[in-house]
């Protein structure tokens, strides 16, 4: 089997006494989607955010195709081959979409104005809101804002996709929309590794499930096992409650 | 009040031509001080909120120097003391500059009025949400590149009103240049009262050119707003939700 896009190996990290990540391991191989969920405070953030090495770490390491994090001398090259999308999409207001878009491709990758506009397009038609391409992000839905950033990921044509509960800050009827768009890219082959709560959809596109609570991975199964019988009670009483709205 | 005016003074030379050179002068001066200070103010706002420990010290320690001492102590300062403590070549050639009264104000006004703005950008760059610096790195932009296209261009447009009154701060400190020999406008017209004993007059002229200026500077600046707000984050005259 070829080598996993994204390998954690043992990591840990804490904030002086709080121990964020206790002995994280996982792999995530060429076109698997991963979701990853638990309660708030559990590191599920934090694990994606050490991943991309926008959060240093003190024990073990991550390889992002083959590359250390820890031993990373090139962090921007690293973090190209990464999309992130983020809980609050983190589009920059003051830029149009285009130019939210298209400013990695040109000032960090070094692509011409129109390869970084062709590209833009391209995953904007992707994402389907190609005509909110020159408005800015305050003129824009939460759903749309969030396409745009999902797109602005995409336009650096990443390895692979981290999803930071990418649908958390958004109204029940946009949650869809986002989510659609993430189906579409896992059934065309993205690498991702997704936080999220959203239990339809993991059922749905993720290959595995990942629960994790108080920075540990409690259970870590294919996806029909993690819902049908989850092996830890904290799972079950997880899931119980998420799934058992009342 | 018995006080013949003769307002036709003005245009007779050599007034005239004083005044064209003092409003002049007064105008790139406040202009080649703003430009200076804007970009001293951006580095050092930029030193204070960065994670390193040393930098945030020398932000703290050049506005804290620069802001609090009067201006006009700076002046002298650069003046007189400092010169003497630079290398015996650099104050040779400096002595040798033709208008070193010019350059000392320039750079008195922009140092002083950098410290200020450095503190306005501080707050500004504070205000914006982390998250809009994780997005930039997490898309390869270099720390440097993600304040410079990203966090800066943002703070600045929270921040046009705060500038456009330290523009005006900037372009009024211009007349504290006369202390050290500068011949801007309110020194003309101290010269143009000792020579024709018509200060109203000439005080006039001197009021009236920072009036119309700053007027002009408080349309330009409020263009400057329209054209730059953040389309859907601040609207003018409405509170931000």
């Known amino acids: ?246 | 009040m018995r006080y013949e005016f003769d307002w036709g003074l003005l245009w007779r030379e050599p007034y005239f031509g004083w005044i064209v050179e003092g409003v002049l002068t007064t105008f790139h001066l406040a202009l080649l001080a703003w430009v200076l200070a804007l970009c001293l103010g951006i580095v050092i706002g930029v030193l204070r909120v960065t994670n390193s420990r040393v930098l945030r010290a020398i932000g703290t320690t050049y506005v804290e120097i620069f802001r609090n001492i009067p201006l006009i102590v700076q002046l002298f300062l650069w003046l007189y003391v400092v010169p003497q403590m630079l290398p015996r070549e650099f104050s040779f050639w400096w002595n040798r500059l033709d208008n070193v009264p010019y350059w000392t104000a320039m750079i008195g006004i922009s140092f002083y009025t950098s410290a200020r703005l450095a503190e306005q950008i501080r707050s500004a760059l504070r205000a914006i949400p982390p998250g809009q610096f994780k997005a930039g790195l997490s898309t390869g932009l270099t720390q440097v590149q993600v304040y410079r296209y990203v966090i800066v261009p943002y703070a600045l447009r929270i921040i046009i009103p705060a500038l456009t009154s330290e523009f005006l701060t900037v372009f009024k400190n211009t007349a504290l240049a006369l202390t050290i020999g500068v011949i801007e406008i309110t020194a003309t017209t101290r010269r143009i009262e000792a020579w024709s004993f018509r200060g109203i007059e000439a005080y006039t002229v001197a009021s009236l050119t920072y009036i119309a200026t700053t007027i002009l500077v408080i349309l330009f600046m409020s263009w400057l707003e329209r054209r730059y707000q953040i389309p859907g984050l601040i609207k003018r005259g409405e509170a931000r939700v």
Not at chain 1, 50 to 56: A, D, P, Q, S, W
Not at chain 1, 209 to 232: C, K, L, N, Q
């Open chain 1, 1 to 246: 089997m070829s080598q996993p896009i994204i390998r954690v190996e043992n990591v840990g990290l804490r904030f002086d006494s709080f121990v964020a990540l206790d002995d994280v391991s996982l792999a995530v191989n060429a076109g698997q989607c991963i979701v990853i969920c638990g309660p708030s405070g559990s590191g599920k953030s934090t694990l994606l955010r050490c991943i991309n090495g926008l959060e240093r770490f003190q024990k073990g390491d991550v390889w992002v195709d083959g590359v250390s994090v820890r031993g990373c001398q090139d962090l921007p090259k690293l973090r190209r081959g990464v999309g992130m999308v983020f809980q609050h999409f983190e589009l920059y207001p003051h830029m149009t979409v285009l130019e939210n878009i298209t400013l990695a491709p040109i000032k960090a990758k070094g692509l011409s104005r129109k390869q970084a506009e062709d590209l833009a397009f391209h995953y904007l038609d992707r994402v389907g809101i190609v005509d909110q391409a020159q408005k800015h992000p305050g003129r824009l839905s939460g759903g749309q804002q969030q396409r745009a950033a999902i797109a602005r990921a995409l336009a650096l044509e990443p390895k692979a996709m981290l999803f930071d509960e990418p649908t958390s800050a958004l109204d029940p009827e946009m949650i869809a929309e986002v989510l659609y768009v993430m189906r579409d890219l896992a059934q065309g082959g993205m690498t991702m590794l997704v936080v999220t709560h959203e239990m339809g959809f993991a059922r749905e596109v993720a290959d595995e499930v990942i629960f994790m609570d108080r920075g540990r991975i409690v259970e870590h199964a294919p996806v029909d096992e993690f819902f049908s019988t989850p092996r830890a009670e904290r799972t079950r009483e997880f899931l119980n409650k998420i799934l058992l709205k009342l």
